[in-house]
């Protein structure tokens, strides 16, 4: 098994973490395709949009497209949309290696309109970042109120408008990796959707949802396993 001759544990299905470090494309597997690189953290906010069968969903700020190549295994049929062209290459790249399909846009999501309403929409906003402190430390030395409050104005907008992107019973999952209140809980609270509560059956063991019904993680937690970034993730069911 993979699992094995890599030498990795697995914390939930179809996840693998490595017990020592090893460049990346000389492991098992990786140029014939079958995995990508991501954070734990960052691979939950996909996962909580389960199966698609074939139906559409939209990755929105989709780059570098960890998410979306998640979201295409997953049985979904895929729109990748990011403003930056140059970070949708590594995307491109990963569908080819990975044989995975997706329609991948550049396009700025404020301006930019759909053919069709979604099923689903996974929103990996823009943030300040200072979830990912345990691997970029600096971060908590360069963000201030200043630019918690432009990311949160920001994300704002992208939850509106992509609220008027989804199909009656479409399922919106939010996401940002920031421990900032501003650009998660307080974020949740504005959005007028009704709320779909994640289950501590769909997360991994050791990480449960809040009493609201979201997931917010921390750099300090599963220690055991190597750790993870600080999330926010919040998910909503139009009625």
């Not at 098992?28 to 990508?36: D, K, P, R, S, V």
């Not at 030395?141 to 704002?156: K, L, Y």
Request: glycine residues 10%; aromatic residues 6%; negative net charge.
């Amino acid at each position: 098994r993979l699992e094995v001759a890599m030498a990795a544990d697995s914390l939930m299905p179809g996840h693998l973490r490595l017990s020592r470090g090893q460049a990346v494309h000389e492991l098992l597997g990786y140029e014939a395709g079958g995995w990508w690189v991501q954070d734990l953290a960052a691979s939950l906010p996909a996962r909580l949009l389960g199966q698609g069968n074939g139906r559409r969903a939209l990755d929105l700020c989709a780059a570098p497209g960890g998410k979306t190549l998640q979201l295409a295994a997953q049985g979904w049929q895929v729109t990748a949309l990011d403003i930056s062209a140059k970070r949708l290459k590594l995307l491109e790249e990963n569908l080819k290696r990975t044989g995975l399909v997706a329609e991948v846009i550049a396009a700025d999501a404020f301006k930019w309109e759909p053919e069709a309403p979604f099923d689903a929409i996974l929103i990996d906003a823009p943030c300040t970042a200072t979830g990912t402190a345990r691997r970029h430390p600096d971060v908590l030395h360069r963000i201030g109120p200043r630019q918690i409050e432009q990311m949160a104005e920001v994300q704002a907008r992208l939850i509106e408008r992509a609220s008027g992107w989804l199909m009656p019973g479409g399922m919106l999952v939010y996401a940002v990796c920031s421990l900032e209140s501003e650009e998660g809980e307080a974020q949740a609270k504005k959005v007028s959707l009704p709320p779909n509560p994640i289950r501590a059956e769909e997360l991994p063991a050791g990480l449960s949802p809040t009493p609201e019904g979201h997931l917010r993680t921390d750099p300090g937690m599963l220690p055991e396993h190597g750790g993870l970034d600080g999330f926010f993730v919040a998910r909503w069911r139009k009625s």
